[in-house]
């Protein structure tokens, strides 16, 4: 079992940054697993953001926040960090850290085994 724990959202005007953290629990993270993140805005379908092998560290981003969002992680901490910069309005929504226990990087929500709770951004125009 896994307990994942986001941190770091709130309000930022447009143009701003921001960081969410990811803190893992519960589990050892192993060299098989996948830590990602996803947002949900009002009304709409969860969506990747961007993912991490915890092993490499070789990354995804989704196309709408390549150059602007930087994902990291720590392993001695078992945390991934998503670095937001350059924010603008449509990044409105909560954010969702995601993690796998397969070495395959997917966008698909399905996949992943377990999920945080979620951290609320919002951009201000």
């Known amino acids: 079992q896994v307990q994942l724990a986001e941190s770091g959202g709130g309000l930022v005007q447009a143009g701003g940054s921001m960081r969410l953290s990811c803190a893992a629990s519960?589990?050892?993270?192993?060299?098989?697993?996948?830590m990602a993140w996803f947002r949900q805005a009002p009304g709409k379908e969860r969506d990747f953001v961007s993912g991490?092998?915890?092993?490499?560290?070789?990354?995804g981003y989704a196309d709408s926040v390549k150059g602007r969002f930087t994902i990291s992680r720590d392993n001695a901490k078992s945390t991934v960090y998503l670095q937001l910069n350059s924010l603008k309005p449509e990044d409105t929504a909560v954010y969702f850290c995601?993690?796998?226990?397969?070495?395959?990087?997917?966008?698909?929500?399905?996949?992943?085994?377990?999920w945080g709770q979620g951290t609320q951004v919002t951009v201000s125009a």
């Open positions: 995601a993690y796998r226990t397969m070495a395959i990087l997917t966008t698909r929500v399905g996949a992943y085994d377990y």
């Open positions: 519960g589990r050892s993270v192993s060299s098989d697993d996948v």
């Open positions: 991490i092998y915890m092993s490499s560290g070789e990354k």
